[in-house]
């Protein structure tokens, strides 16, 4: 079946330095994919929308330049949180759609925590 | 705007007996779809099954059915005869096809354990 794939699976860093975190369709190409985050028992939470070829689209209230968003091509979408700070320390996880209404297919997420 | 609502933070059930996890949403879209996630403790998502709004038969995985009463705007996920392994987070969600990209919406979730 289609598989995303996305990492790293849990990072560490420091307050101050950015991070990156990738999120590939393996056999699939995703003109669209989807960034969420989660904190500890709480739900997902809708970051944006990535697009290939365009900018993505933020949801209210995510600053678009503390987390940076390309989508290189058609199989690859990049989450950079820059500047990180304790606050940014979640649950990041990255979905894409094949298709349709055909289920979302998500990555395996990555733990993020900022000391 | 849509909205997913899961009113069951926790749910407790003996193992074998079945169970019922709320879903009640909300949408101006006349074409949606809804769908039921597992999340265990590893954060990865597992979906379990899908239905669509015209689907007129109730959606069935194995040991997962889909409870589909449009009028009322419910989408429970039942589950027949549970296995300790059931023990996970359950998100209900929604797409919808206006707005384009069809991104998914989660409701709050709620936790079910499975008691030997």
């Known amino acids: 079946g289609a598989v995303v794939s996305q990492h790293p699976s849990w990072v560490i860093c420091k307050s101050g330095t950015s991070v990156k975190i990738e999120c590939r369709s393996l056999?699939?190409?995703?003109?669209?994919m989807f960034w969420y985050r989660q904190f500890p028992k709480q739900s997902l939470m809708l970051m944006a929308t990535?697009?290939?070829?365009?900018?993505?689209?933020?949801e209210q209230g995510v600053e678009k330049d503390k987390f940076l968003i390309n989508h290189a091509s058609l199989t690859l979408s990049t989450l950079t949180v820059t500047s990180a700070h304790p606050e940014d320390s979640s649950f990041y996880i990255c979905?894409?759609?094949?298709?349709?209404?055909?289920?979302?297919?998500f990555g395996n997420g990555t733990r993020l925590t900022v000391t | 705007a849509q909205k997913i609502t899961q009113t069951q933070p926790g749910m407790f059930v003996q193992e074998k007996e079945a169970v019922t996890l709320d879903c009640t949403y909300d949408?101006?879209?006349?074409?949606?779809?809804l769908f039921w996630y597992k999340q265990p403790s590893s954060g990865e998502m597992i979906f379990l099954i899908y239905?669509?709004?015209?689907?007129?038969q109730n959606a069935t995985e194995g040991r997962y059915s889909l409870n589909f009463q449009k009028a009322r705007k419910s989408a429970n996920l039942v589950i027949s005869a549970s296995q300790l392994g059931d023990s996970a987070m359950y998100f209900c969600?929604?797409?919808?096809?206006?707005?384009?990209?069809?991104?998914?919406?989660f409701g709050q979730g709620t936790r079910l354990t499975i008691n030997p």
């Open positions: 979905s894409a759609p094949e298709g349709g209404f055909s289920p979302l297919h």
């Open positions: 056999d699939f190409q995703a003109t669209t």
């Open positions: 990535s697009n290939e070829g365009s900018k993505a689209t933020y």
């Open positions: 949408t101006s879209d006349q074409s949606y779809g």
């Open positions: 239905q669509g709004s015209y689907d007129e």
């Open positions: 969600a929604m797409r919808g096809s206006i707005q384009g990209a069809q991104k998914l919406v």
